[in-house]
């Protein structure tokens, strides 16, 4: 079973967001990857799928569900108008599947009032009418009919998520303090799953599917599979090769102790035939290794009933903040190459790790994965993943970056103009070609310092005798809302962007006209945080804050996308005061 499209709206910080998943030529599942800053929704989006798998889950098989006290049994994600947006009195989420047949599953989760249209706005084939009234809704396709097959592809398939609050007890943590309670063994009866949807802890049930995996070995070393190959030991094969590529050594193996002792423990094949132990026990493996050796263990030990090859397991794995607890290289490089190895499962994921995302593109290529920005929905590109700015912000604040900018005005024989961002750039360009300045900038280079902290820092090195030597003049041009203060020394200049009474009050954005914004805002209304008009009293005063207007963080790119390609010279006409400022402080000042 698959996950083919989503549609949610007004739910948490998610006010619309459509997104048909990707796959390959032959069908099988591409990565896919949710990024954004914390708040974007992304956790919401995982929970949204952990119901869709219990619900599904609770359809097909007696021991999914929980049962509550007044009757029925419990929703794992609760239903109601918690999950709206605030200021919102109606919204959805809606999923579409497809099973190993090629027929569909959709679930439902409504707050409100919400039609068959809306639903079909976000996805244009769901079948699944809503209620007429203003009520809570959550429901499944009636998938009876199909209920045997459905119920061998789940026994057969991973179908499960694990969240970011997931953790391995440590080995040196006492037995009387471990959470037993995520522990309960089970024989497997029919009609029942006896798998978890959700995985938060699984160190002891996959020592015991390494063990199980041994006995049935040596009890029934008869089972062979179509190749010729004993079932089990492929199956342990498949374990110790995710072993040996979390700790690149591709002479270690797993191992079976003797009762009373640690039982599952790793060794090293050594050179002259010889073995030594590298660790007596799985569970001294460190927490980010013991998380990423259990969670692949969780695919195969999902997977044990039919599936041999990793290459050949099927199903749906959503993992939220898959980086968490891992080191820098165990998301680079170890991380990608252990999802390579499950072509058939499609990873669902979310992260804040440009190191994962950058591992990705390395090993599946740019078109071999998708990322998806939170909340928009927008397909975007791994440069665009805005952690990579972020990162290299912070970079830019060590003594390299102080050189760089160095190097550059000793290349430079033109005055340079230094602004805050990239976006600061892009609209200089296009103001310049609108209103006939391309000669001014001819006369300059611009560099963007990646925000004021950048200005700062060239500022400080050239408030000395220095800024009376360089060769040529330089600007430090701060947006409006930085409060810093005019100042000149020697050839340096710092100058603040004039600020207009426009709505929007932070940034080079405050020189747009209010009728550009809200073409913009109607374009996408995304483009624009509305902060309504507050009332309030503090100390027995009335204080009225009025309606505010800023730009989302997460769309300053799009938007500025937009501006330049559908721009007009009155959109761009508060940036004569920049070519002003450029005109007097650098090109006339530098043939004087």
Not at 180 to 205: M, P, Q
Not at 219 to 247: A, C, P, R, T, Y
Not at 312 to 341: F, K, T, W, Y
Not at 468 to 483: A, F, S
């Amino acid at each position: 079973m698959y996950l083919k499209n989503i549609g949610i709206k007004n739910i948490g910080p998610i006010e619309k967001l459509s997104v048909d998943l990707p796959f390959n030529g032959n069908n099988t599942p591409k990565p896919i990857i949710f990024v954004g800053e914390n708040g974007a929704g992304k956790t919401i989006l995982q929970s949204t799928i952990a119901d869709a798998l219990y619900e599904i889950g609770g359809k097909l098989f007696e021991d999914i569900q929980k049962s509550s006290q007044g009757g029925g049994y419990e929703y794992f994600k609760v239903l109601g108008g918690v999950n709206l947006k605030t200021g919102c009195n109606t919204g959805f989420s809606i999923l579409k599947l497809q099973d190993e047949n090629g027929k569909s599953i959709e679930y439902v989760d409504k707050i409100g009032v919400a039609t068959e249209g809306d639903f079909k706005e976000f996805i244009k084939d769901f079948s699944i009418l809503p209620s007429s009234e203003n009520d809570n809704e959550k429901k499944v396709s009636e998938i009876e009919d199909r209920r045997d097959a459905l119920q061998q592809e789940w026994l057969s398939g991973v179908h499960f998520y694990q969240p970011a609050y997931r953790y391995e007890e440590p080995f040196w943590k006492g037995k009387s303090f471990y959470n037993d309670i995520l522990f309960n063994e089970e024989i497997r009866y029919n009609n029942k799953l006896g798998k978890e949807i959700e995985i938060i802890s699984s160190t002891r049930d996959n020592k015991s599917f390494l063990l199980d995996l041994v006995l049935d070995f040596f009890v029934h070393n008869q089972m062979k599979s179509q190749s010729g190959e004993f079932i089990n030991k492929m199956l342990w094969d498949s374990v110790n090769s995710i072993l040996k590529k979390i700790l690149k050594n591709e002479q270690c193996r797993l191992a079976i102790g003797t009762r009373g002792g640690y039982r599952v423990s790793i060794m090293e094949n050594l050179e002259d035939g010889n073995e030594k132990q590298i660790l007596p026990s799985i569970d001294n493996l460190s927490l980010g290794e013991s998380i990423l050796l259990n969670l692949f263990i969780n695919i195969i030990r999902n997977s044990e009933n039919t599936a041999i090859l990793t290459s050949e397991m099927r199903g749906i794995v959503a993992i939220d903040e898959i980086d968490v607890h891992l080191h820098s290289n165990l998301q680079n490089s170890v991380l990608p190459e252990l999802i390579s190895m499950f072509p058939k499962v499609q990873f669902i994921i979310t992260t804040h790790s440009p190191l994962f995302v950058l591992g990705m593109k390395n090993k599946f290529g740019e078109d071999g994965f998708e990322i998806i920005d939170m909340p928009s929905g927008k397909v975007i590109t791994s440069e665009r993943f805005s952690e990579f700015d972020k990162a290299y912000s912070i970079l830019k604040e060590t003594e390299r970056f102080e050189k760089e900018i160095n190097k550059s005005i000793e290349k430079s024989r033109k005055s340079i103009l230094f602004v805050e961002g990239d976006f600061d750039i892009r609209y200089i360009e296009k103001s310049a070609e609108l209103l006939k300045k391309k000669d001014v900038l001819n006369h300059i280079e611009m560099y963007d310092t990646n925000g004021f902290g950048g200005l700062d820092k060239i500022w400080k090195n050239y408030n000395s005798k220095l800024s009376e030597i360089v060769p040529q003049n330089i600007l430090l041009l701060y947006d409006c809302d930085t409060n810093k203060s005019k100042g000149k020394k020697g050839k340096v200049v710092k100058h603040i962007i004039p600020t207009t009474d426009n709505t929007i009050s932070i940034g080079i954005e405050n020189l747009f006209t209010n009728e550009t914004i809200k073409k913009a805002k109607k374009h996408k209304s995304a483009f624009i945080d509305i902060t309504p008009k507050v009332e309030k009293t503090v100390r027995g005063k009335k204080i009225i804050e009025p309606e505010k207007w800023e730009i989302n963080k997460d769309e300053k790119g799009n938007l500025c996308d937009w501006i330049c390609k559908n721009g007009t010279k009155e959109d761009f006409v508060n940036f004569e005061s920049i070519f002003e400022i450029i005109d007097r402080e650098l090109v006339n000042r530098g043939s004087q």
